[in-house]
T-cell receptor
Framework: GIQVEQSPPDLILQEGANSTLRCNFS?????LQWFHQNPWGQLINLFY???GTKQNGRLSATTVATERYSLLYISSSQTTDSGVYFC??????????????FGQGTTLQVKP | DGGITQSPKYLFRKEGQNVTLSCEQN?????MYWYRQDPGQGLRLIYY???????QKGDIAEGYSVSREKKESFPLTVTSAQKNPTAFYLC????????????FGQGTRLTVV
């Protein structure tokens, strides 16, 4: 099956710093999503980005499907950005079932 | 408010008992999913349903059962056959016809005591 690898596994930043999180996947994908898991466990949708670039405030994401990776950029980080960031993909050719395969996550801690 | 509601938030079960987790959505989404998350891990798919009265096994279906009698509801039963049921369970839905973007509920934390 498709493999999803996220890096780095852990990241500690000072408030105001920028960061880049990476997601590599081993096969073609129909769908790629980035999520932020808050301290209460809920998954918050950040981006639905099977290809291209999107921006939402201080966050942006780029997926290069042909090279099988996606990047999540966080600028001017805030303490509320802390938590776990997941990349999840839907394998290409699966007939649009919406089934997601998750990476192991990047745990971000932003210090004041 | 539109969204996905899971209940209860916390659930304690004795070994050998079956327990049912509720998931309801009012987004008019066609597909619904159940995922399991263990500490420090990503999510893994248990079961999914693309249409009422039909569902398929995911990667870790053993010890679980589901039903989809209504479009809005997709309950998950954790049976006594599940060897390690203590975990965080998340339900999701997606519209499918125009997008496979998934949206998640708040989760249910199940502990076997």
């Amino acid at each position: 099956g498709i493999q999803v690898e996220q890096s780095p596994p852990d990241l500690i930043l000072q408030e105001g710093a920028n960061s880049t999180l990476r997601c590599n996947f081993s096969d073609s994908v129909n769908n790629l999503q980035w999520f932020h898991q808050n301290p209460w466990g809920q998954l918050i949708n950040l981006f639905y980005i099977p290809s291209g670039t999107k921006q939402n405030g201080r966050l942006s994401a780029t997926t290069v499907a042909t090279e099988r990776y996606s990047l999540l950029y966080i600028s001017s980080s805030q303490t509320t950005d802390s938590g776990v960031y997941f990349c999840a993909v839907e394998r290409g050719g699966s007939g649009n079932t919406g089934k997601l395969i998750f990476g192991q996550g990047t745990t971000l801690q932003v210090k004041p | 408010d539109g969204g996905i509601t899971q209940s209860p938030k916390y659930l304690f079960r004795k070994e050998g008992q079956n327990v049912t987790l509720s998931c309801e959505q009012n987004l008019n989404h066609d597909a619904m999913y159940w995922y399991r998350q263990d500490p420090g891990q990503g999510l893994r798919l248990i079961y999914y349903s693309q249409i009422v009265n039909d569902f398929q096994k995911g990667d870790i279906a053993e010890g679980y059962s589901v039903s989809r009698e209504k479009k809005e509801s997709f309950p998950l039963t954790v049976t006594s056959a599940q060897k390690n049921p203590t975990a965080f369970y998340l339900c999701a839905s997606s519209i499918l016809s125009t997008s496979t973007e998934a949206f998640f509920g708040q989760g249910t934390r199940l502990t076997v005591v």
